[in-house]
Every structure is written in structure tokens, then in C-alpha cells.
């Protein structure tokens, strides 16, 4: 069997810098963790504060602590860094081998959507953001690793898109849709989420927006792990720019 | 323009864990790394080494710490951790957009290859793995991040692919047919060379392999960022694996 994980980000119009961080990490005793914050507003202030948190957890999961205390820890820091003063939504996908789970960490009222076979269900139980008190406590939801299962999960950039408009996305609806049509690939899944909701927002996203979709098939592509990444740049953002003409 | 980098990764035949260990991560101050370590040996204690060695460097890149002084510091942990009686070789290729340039940090005997247009050059000069003595630094090479690059770096197993046969994989070659062949996707190129040094071991590696592939293309797919991880899991690895079947 092989697990995917597949994300597409894009920033708020019209602003250089995304206030969402994601990094994906392999955790030490097997397997694979996404890790996705949304600091609080957006551009350069809230790009500090979410790398500083998925930083900060990523570190810890390297280091084979589990989500959960991760996902403390981080709120413990950045409450004692920023007095209390800033929060930041905080949620960790975790495929873990060694429990043979899926581990869904959530600090964060944006919920996650749970794929399996036909059924999809919701996690939108209530999670308040990191940073803002002591003892805040992640939400934790653990499944088995079992072939067909899909999740979703993204940052309230999706939520509201479409505000503008007074409508809004229907993710629910669109994987269901997704899924039914012959198995896309997971990058596709990701791709087509995220495009509906810059869609909704007419082209120029009202905040930073970013999707995650993890999924196990069944498919057995031999040994080989594969990792990619593609980052846009504005030649503008990038000295002696005049050389990167062709 | 836009940066993409991708990974094919596959363990020694027969060994349930790859003693390579590579992690792409977003510099804080824009652009992405990817840290590539190979541990000593194979196999449980060379991925112990690797992952360590990895760890440390993201660490310290997540923290802005600049390539070298990162290698570095990952050189005298390494040698202060295990008494300077275990190596690594150790690779971080950068596309820095701070500096506007490609940084290509190397403790590793391994050559590298940057493509540019229809010249390929190869990085082969003398370069020591860490760990095994005190003041060991890293090769650099700074090159424009410029559209039209490409940057292949391995680890030694697809360097002996193929010694049982008596026959060596030619990089280069391989390299300057597949970039003549129209432009194929990054991960089409890391995936041909992975496959070829199977090949050349007879469908068994013979150890460790990775390829890494960097490249700056002209494609302006907009503002949307993409990340992808697929992760092959053998279910009787798995606990509660029968509840995997489909």
C-alpha cells in the first residue's frame, strides 16, 4: 500500500508572503507528518508567527515526541514568546507506522474531512487556536492506516471563500464528487479544492489558503518513495533579476 | 519562473530501512532547502546517523542559520556525539532567494551535476564526508538561480550501480539525453535515473539510493505552491495490518 500526501497553497491577494506554513517531515520510528499553520492575520507578521510554531513542532517530532505534546509545547512557546498576545491555528497529519494510525492533532475550529469507501465524515468538534492561554489542548482523533481512507484538511482561507459573493464552498460536496470520479490522483484532489476556492474568490484569494489531502491506497509502486515541490517566484522578489531573463 | 524540486528514494534490497535520510524544507528568509545525508553502512544504525545529521542541519536552516556554518555544525555534533568514529556524507542543495542564487553546499565524494542550457558541469573536486575529525568543511558553490538550470545530486549507491556487472551508470549522459527530450517533468527525471541504477543492479540495489533534482523553469503557473510525498508501506509492517485488506 502507499500513503500520499498532496498540498496546494496560494497567498492572500496581492500580498507577497503567505501567513500559512506547512512542512512535511518523516518521523523517526516510520512513517510521515504534515504540519499546517495559520498565524494570526496575514503577510509578514503572521508568516513569522506560523513558521515559528510548525518549527517548533517539527523539531519536537524529529525528536519522536508524540502530537499531542508537540502540539502543547508549541502553544506553551509561543504563549510565553508572545505574551499571550498572538494565536495561531495549529493542525499535524500524522501517518505513523509504529501505531499503524492515522493521527489527526487539531488546534483549530476549521474542520477536517474523513473519506472512507462512501462515507465521509466531519471533525469539526470545537478547538481553539494555540498561543492565547496556558493549557490549551489539542483535539486528537486516531484511525487505522487502512487502505481507502482520505483526509482532508486546510486553513480558514477556504472557509471563507466566497464571502465577497455571500456563498461558500461546499467542501463536503467536492470530494465526495472528487473521489467518485475514478480515483484522481491525490495532487489532483489537493489542486482542484484549492482552485475552486480562489474561484469563489474571484480569482484573488481574501486570505492565505492552504490544502492538505493525505491518502492510503492500495496501489504497490515497489520501494521507491518519491518527494516534490514546486515554488513559484516572482523574478522581482529575487536580486540581480535581469539575469534571469531568457 | 518557478523552482521544483524532486526526490526517488529506495532502500538496499532486503533491507526494510534506507540509511539515506533527505528533507526539504522553506528557508525563513524565501526559497526552499533539500538536506540530503547518507549514514555510514546501511540499513537501522546508518539511518540513525542520517536522520540525526539531517535533523541538526534543518534545525539550524529553519533558524536562518546560513548552509556552511549548518554543515559545519552538523560535522561537530556528529564527531562530539559518536567520537569521530562514525561518517556521513552530507549534501544541501538551496535555492536561496535572499541571495538570489543556488547554493550547493557538499560533504560528500559524490560528484553533482548542474545543467545549464546545453552544458553540463560536473562537481566532482575533493570533499570529505563529517563527522571523523574536528574542522571539517563543506565544498560550496554559488551559481545564479537562473531559469534554465538544473541540479542533479545522488548519494553513492547509484555511484556502484551496476559493480556486480562490471558496468558503471554514466549520469551525465543519461542526464543530457533526458534534457533533450522535450522538457520532461522533474520528477520524470529523478524518477529515470533512480530506475536506470535499479537496473544496472539487476532490479536488487545494492545499497541505499536517492536522487535529488532541482530545476528553474520559465512556467508561471501563478501564485500556487505544491508539495507531494508518497511513502510505499509494506502492511506486515503495519500493527493490525488485517484490518488493511480491501
Sequence with gaps: MEIQIAVAKTNKYATSESGDTLEIIERPNGGVSAVLSDGQSSGKGAKIISTMVVRKVITL???????????????????????????????????????????????????????QGDRIECLSGESSPIG???????????????????????TDGLVYAGDRIGQSLDICTLLSSLLEDQNPPTQEI??????????????????DMSVVVLRVLAKDIGEIRRMYV???????HIPYHEENKI
Excluded: H, W
Aim: hydrophobic share 40%; glycine share 6%; proline share 7%.
Design 61 to 115: 517530532l524529529a525528536e519522536g515526541v508524540r502530537d499531542g505534546a508537540a502540539a502543547r509545547a508549541a502553544s506553551d512557546y509561543l504563549f510565553t514568546e508572545r505574551n499571550g498576545k498572538v494565536s495561531a491555528c495549529l493542525n499535524i497529519l500524522s501517518a505513523d507506522l509504529q501505531s499503524g494510525t492515522i493521527v489527526i492533532t487539531r488546534n483549530n475550529p476549521t474542520p477536517i474531512f474523513i473519506a
Design 132 to 154: 492565547t492561554s496556558r493549557n490549551i489542548r489539542p483535539t486528537i482523533s486516531e484511525l487505522p492506516l487502512k487502505v481507502g481512507t482520505t483526509i482532508v484538511m486546510y
Design 230 to 236: 514546486s515554488l513559484p517566484v516572482s523574478p522581482i
Design 190 to 207: 489537493a489542486n482542484s479544492l484549492l482552485a475552486e476556492a480562489i474561484r469563489m474568490d474571484q480569482g484573488r484569494p481574501n486570505d
